[in-house]
């Protein structure tokens, strides 16, 4: 089917490979903002569900 698909269109192999190095860019700069994210801020959210039903058991 692939074979297909790329010996039908022009150019199609280019829109595949840059498609891959979209995907693979994007993930690789959300990887990289989430090692480089505040620990204090991941804490803060990690506890947030819990943190909220505490408040509301106290109320």
């Given amino acids: 089917m692939f074979k ?14 840059f498609s891959l ?4 860019v994007f ?3 959300v990887g990289i903002y989430l ?3 505040d620990k204090s801020y991941l804490n803060k959210m990690e ?3 819990m943190g909220d039903a ?3 058991s106290k109320s």
């Fill in 35 to 37: 090692l480089k994210m």
């Fill in 27 to 29: 993930f690789i700069l």
């Fill in 54 to 56: 505490q408040t509301d």
């Fill in 4 to 17: 297909q698909f790329i010996s039908n269109i022009p150019g199609a192999d280019v829109y595949m490979i």
């Fill in 21 to 24: 190095l979209l995907f693979l």
């Fill in 47 to 49: 506890e947030l569900p």
